[in-house]
């Protein structure tokens, strides 16, 4: 199975007519997503569309009649945003892409991973989700066995493309996001309970539900996180067991304003491979 690259902000694309008059022309996906055709009075949304979709939609819209016309759209150029692969990979950093990458590809651009990493891999995507369900576990984080990746790349998942992020967690870490004070990656260094987890970023923000905290795990046997709901405030009350934190695991606390629930695991795995790219690039200065 072939995935079709989706089209995204700063891509240039071949816009032809293939009929009556053929013509051709160039034009740019601007920072909202739409291209502006002079056959064509209002923007088209191209951004996350396969260059075929657009290609129909474009086609309607300069239609004589019941006839449609016959429009083709390629991706001349791809946008100028960067790929960022962090994490557990030997030369992690941001790497200007001309084409998309399937996830091997992409791990080798940054010569692969290391022998601390974990499991599995991250992947948020900066310009449009991807089009595996059973990938996308956490939330808009897509999550993929490190091990398959490096071998086959997952020919048949939405390839990489400038804008995305994969992140390679190492093994003996966990993560916690959402409503604490300092959300990020925590090198495991014994087997704390979840209190104690949460103590060593600083505790939950203030009106963080203390009832509704999750923990994903990686069962052993399984290819895909699974989330354990977690009351805290039975546990304080001794009216619960502990929860002890295991290498892998991503403790996820609800934030006050539940309108952003979904992105903050994204946002966090986002700013963990940009500021640890960005290090080491100043190192090999």
């Known amino acids: 199975m072939t995935v079709k690259p989706l089209i995204g902000v700063g ?9 009556s008059s053929p013509s051709e022309t160039t034009v740019e996906v601007d920072r909202t997503g739409m291209i502006r055709l002079p056959s064509v009075a209002e923007p088209i949304n191209a951004k996350c569309l396969t260059e075929r979709d657009l290609a129909r939609e474009i086609g309607e819209r300069i239609s004589v009649g019941e006839t449609r016309a016959a429009v083709d759209v390629a991706i001349a150029e791809y946008g100028r ?14 790497f200007r892409v001309r084409s998309t990458l399937t ?34 576990a956490l939330g808009v984080v897509e999550t993929y066995d490190l091990a398959a990746a490096q071998e086959n790349g997952f020919p048949d998942v939405q390839r990489l493309r400038g804008g995305d992020t994969v992140f390679v967690p190492p093994g ?10 300092r959300p990020g990656l925590v090198r495991l260094s014994n087997a704390p309970t979840l209190a104690e987890a949460l103590a060593s970023v600083g505790g939950v923000v203030p009106g963080a539900p ?10 052993p046997g399984e290819t ?32 006050p304003d539940e309108t952003k629930r979904g992105t903050q695991f994204a946002a966090l795995l986002e700013r963990i491979a940009l500021n640890a790219s960005r290090a080491d690039d100043a190192e090999n200065k």
Not at 11 to 19: E, Q, T, Y
Not at 82 to 93: E, K, Q
Not at 121 to 134: D, T
Not at 172 to 181: H, N, P
């Open 103 to 136: 996830l091997q590809e992409g791990l080798r651009l940054a010569s692969g991973s290391t022998p601390l990493a974990g499991r599995f891999i991250y992947v948020v995507r900066g310009s449009c989700e991807g089009r595996s369900e059973a990938a996308r």
């Open 210 to 219: 203390l009832n509704r905290i999750s923990v994903w795990r990686l069962t």
């Open 11 to 19: 891509d240039r694309l071949r816009v032809r007519n293939l009929r």
């Open 224 to 255: 895909a996180y699974k989330v354990y709901p977690v009351n805290l405030e039975e546990i304080e009350a001794g009216r619960a067991g502990q929860v002890v934190i295991r290498p892998g695991d991503i403790i996820e606390v609800p934030i």
């Open 172 to 181: 003996g870490s966990f993560i916690v996001a959402g409503g604490v004070s």
């Open 81 to 94: 945003a960067s790929l960022v692969v962090a994490g557990a990979v030997y030369l992690p950093g941001s």
